[in-house]
């Protein structure tokens, strides 16, 4: 005699309600206080980002604008295996009390952005005024304790916040050398988060933090690759046109000038001998590109900053041939200034 197999009703809504989106998940809420706890459980939202990742339809792409008269805005769109974007739409941004100059998006974790602010002074002082975390997927967002040391571009993290004591800690510092180990190099990739640790360019390698342990660590770069200007010919020269990123879960190193673009992608995480070349292309003119995505045919999404006043661009490129990104919306002003942008996976947390 055959008997069933009985699964917990819990466990069956669980595996249901982790496959939906946030937006339909922040309306279940309301369906009863039993599925607003369950929703609102950190397991739950743990075990809904876990999916997410792994699924095309929860990725979204974020950019920040500044539109003629209407000052900064930011929005989300979704994408395509096909290096298409559809379902633009402005995202309700955090509300700022106090006038505001500009603002930095540093990195994104978890579908949790770390937002500076900038007033006029705190702009020149190249410091921002406010920190804060934001969540686009569900509006929320929450202001920083200010920091016990000022944030300062090029040097690596030596503090850390917990946000259930609402307080900064000193965290050990690794050994900086004096040819200069251990800084950040380069800034515009905006700390790199993959394998549960922050990235950043040292002086000949990766240097990396994980959140999990507090530990610093490093990553080879490829072989025969080199920061500084060597006898190689893969030698980089100059230090400005190099940089990281993150495409499908992998650390890439690129390096432009505004002639040749190099990417390489690290396809067994911290493992030498598995970089590879991606792309060789033609930088069109530009004088910095960044990877920003690439799509499951593929193509690899980049931003092009084109000229001394920032004028951005997207294009798309396979490695043989590189075009325009179709970045079509009707809810943006053609003057509008289309700022760099961040892939990430919508999420509860």
Not at 14 to 42: G, H, M, N, Q, Y
Not at 177 to 185: A, L, Q, V
Not at 300 to 309: A, G, H, R, S
Request: charged share 20%.
């Amino acid at each position: 005699m055959v008997t069933g197999i009985h699964i917990p009703e819990e466990e069956i809504l669980v595996d249901i309600l982790t496959r939906l989106p946030v937006k339909s998940l922040l309306r279940f809420k309301c369906v009863s206080e039993s599925w607003k706890a369950l929703i609102s459980d950190p397991y739950f939202k743990r075990k809904h980002l876990n999916h997410a990742k792994n699924k095309l339809n929860f990725q979204k792409f974020l950019f920040d604008a500044l539109s003629p008269g209407k000052g900064y805005d930011f929005y989300c769109a979704s994408l395509s295996p096909n290096g298409l974007v559809n379902d633009f739409r402005r995202l309700v941004r955090p509300s700022v009390s106090t006038p505001f100059y500009g603002f930095k998006v540093y990195c994104c974790c978890d579908a949790l952005f770390l937002i500076g602010i900038y007033t006029e002074n705190s702009y020149s002082l190249n410091e921002p005024s406010m920190l804060f975390l934001w969540n686009p997927s569900t509006s929320e967002s929450m202001v920083l304790p200010r920091l016990g040391s000022p944030l300062q571009e090029g040097m690596a993290p030596d503090e850390i916040l917990a946000l259930k004591s609402g307080s900064w800690r000193k965290i050990d510092h690794p050994s900086i050398r004096s040819d200069g180990d251990g800084f950040t190099m380069f800034g515009r990739e905006c700390l790199p988060f993959v394998h549960g640790a922050f990235h950043w360019l040292g002086f000949d390698c990766f240097m990396k933090f994980s959140i999990s342990d507090e530990t610093y660590g490093r990553i080879p770069l490829p072989k025969n690759v080199r920061i500084y200007p060597e006898s190689s010919e893969l030698s980089f020269t100059p230090i400005e046109s190099i940089g990281m990123s993150v495409l499908r879960g992998m650390l890439c190193l690129f390096n432009n000038n505004t002639i040749i673009f190099n990417l390489w992608i690290m396809k067994e995480y911290g493992v030498q001998e598995s970089w590879t070349k991606l792309l060789t292309i033609s930088s069109n003119g530009a004088s910095f590109i960044l990877p920003k995505y690439r799509f499951s045919n593929g193509e690899t999404l980049l931003w092009y900053e084109v000229d001394e006043i920032k004028r951005n661009i997207y294009r798309i490129s396979d490695g043989l041939t590189d075009q325009l990104w179709p970045f079509n919306c009707d809810d943006i002003d053609p003057a509008t200034i289309i700022d760099d942008g961040f892939v990430y996976t919508e999420s509860l947390i």
